[in-house]
Nanobody
């Protein structure tokens, strides 16, 4: 059974940077798209970014509009880890950030960010951007 563990959250001032990590255990994620999501208390969880398998013929990374140009998603298959580099952070980026994996390697990033086929979630890591 695959498990996901996020880390890297913390307190940062506006304009600062953080790098989140999502480490998988129990199974390899090499062939799966992986998504990052975030949630503010009282609001719905939203998709932030996603990366397909590196071996995918349709390899892509996608981002929600509010983070384009500031966040970068990447993955290191040797470490079974997906990263989210967050630069130029804003107070509105404050949230609990989760990574998630789908139930099938067929699921692409548009599926994941549309909340389809999601099966495994990490416990989340809190990012707080404050002045």
């Amino acid at each position: 059974q695959v498990q996901l563990v996020e880390s890297g959250g913390g307190l940062v001032q506006p304009g600062g940077s953080l790098r989140l990590s999502c480490v998988a255990s129990g199974a390899t994620l090499d062939y799966y798209s992986i998504g990052w999501f975030r949630q503010v208390p009282g609001k719905e969880r939203e998709g932030v970014s996603c990366i397909t398998a590196l071996s995918s013929t349709d390899f892509e990374t996608i981002y929600t509009d509010s983070v384009k140009g500031r966040f970068t998603i990447s993955r290191d298959n040797a470490k079974n880890t997906v990263y989210l580099q967050m630069n130029s952070l804003k107070p509105e980026d404050t949230a609990v950030y989760y990574c998630a994996a789908p139930s099938t390697p067929v699921a692409n990033c548009h599926d994941l960010l549309g909340f389809r086929y999601l099966e495994v979630w990490g416990q989340g890591t809190l990012v707080t951007v404050f002045s």
